[in-house]
């Protein structure tokens, strides 16, 4: 292989000429396919000493590249060329990109996250499949509690329990055996209920617990924290209140309701004509659990609040039905395009 060689396959690449589609797939066999001679330029490399292969193959790469670029050249004339002789209008403007949009439980999760990352939590994770002492048996639940009834509760198999999670409670008693307080996290997640399908309930749902954990918490720290996260998400004009629950994971356990924002407390079919509308609950963490967890709790107390992403979603998105959200409908989806920041 000659620098004159070299030169002798550049001219037959230049001169080459393309006329249709048969004559690009021709210049591909001859130069640029698999067994083509450019490519067999490089399969001599094999033969030469070291200084002669920095030499020419710099300069096989000069004609590769050539002849890469005379062939794509060529594929968009003949493109062109092929679109004007079926009569197609080129000055047309082409046909739009469908621009895709993130789930409307996908924003409503990330909106909460950023609220409460704003003041010092941090976002854990952990897993659906669960054994019964980090869904039940930590979080204080008595051996005959009704959420440990098949009947509510999905079991993978038994003895020893296995099941699909049925909140995200599990990640708080998983972070608070692991780590030392102070403690601050916010653990959203897939869970798993076995109850029937309807508009309004599924079998399974997206949920956030969030848990604080430290010396001195009290219930006012709770209080301000849900305050906060509330105003910041749907605006300084809503109001909250708190009503007396139970929870076997809180003594005290609330419920919070906040002024509908359908009807400005006036009443609708939404807050069923009250004017107010449940979308969490929380307490303080029952002294057991952190014992559980290997917590003095003579030394530390905290708080945990848990929410379902699809009832605020419903709030703020008003969709009239829970099962949209996992049917993939694309005429649905498409309605949140462009509301990346919520």
Not at 201 to 217: A, L
Request: net charge negative; hydrophobic share 40%.
């Amino acid at each position: 292989m000659t620098l004159a060689d070299l030169a002798q396959l550049r001219n037959e690449i230049t001169s080459f000429a393309f006329h249709s589609t048969t004559d690009l797939e021709l210049f591909k066999q001859l130069f640029i396919g698999k067994k083509g001679r450019i490519t067999a330029l490089f399969d001599l490399l094999k033969t030469f000493s070291p200084e002669e292969k920095a030499r020419y193959g710099k300069l096989f790469n000069e004609i590769k590249v050539f002849a890469n670029n005379q062939y794509e050249q060529a594929q968009a004339k003949i493109l062109v060329q092929s679109k004007q002789e079926n009569g197609e209008d080129l000055t047309l403007p082409g046909n739009a990109f469908w621009v895709g949009s993130r789930h409307p439980l996908s924003l409503v999760e990330q909106k909460i996250a950023e609220i409460f990352q704003q003041i010092g939590f941090v976002v854990a994770d952990g897993p659906e499949i669960e054994d019964d002492r980090h869904n039940f048996s930590a979080l204080n639940f008595e051996e005959n509690h009704p959420a440990r009834d098949m009947q509510d509760t999905f079991f993978i198999r038994k003895d020893p329990d296995w099941l699909l999670r049925t909140h995200t409670s599990n990640v708080q008693i998983r972070v608070l055996e692991s780590q030392k307080p102070p403690i601050r996290v916010l653990a959203p997640g897939r869970v798993y209920r076995n109850e029937a399908i309807s508009a309004r309930s599924h079998c399974f749902f997206h949920q956030i617990e969030g848990f604080c954990v430290d010396k001195d918490i009290t219930f006012a720290d709770l209080k301000q924290t849900l305050h906060y996260f509330v105003q910041t998400l749907f605006g300084q004009s809503v109001q909250i209140r708190l009503r007396p629950s139970y929870f076997p994971f809180t003594e005290i356990s609330a419920e919070m309701d906040i002024s509908c924002l359908i009807c400005q407390t006036n009443g609708c079919p939404v807050c069923k004509h009250t004017g107010w509308v449940e979308i969490l609950g929380c307490g303080m963490i029952d002294p057991n659990v952190l014992q559980n967890c290997g917590l003095d709790p003579n030394e530390y107390s905290g708080f945990a609040f848990g929410m379902g992403v699809e009832r605020i979603a419903q709030l703020l998105f008003q969709v009239p039905d829970i099962r949209l959200y996992s049917q993939n409908d694309i005429r649905f989806l498409q309605q949140f395009t462009g509301k990346i920041n919520l």
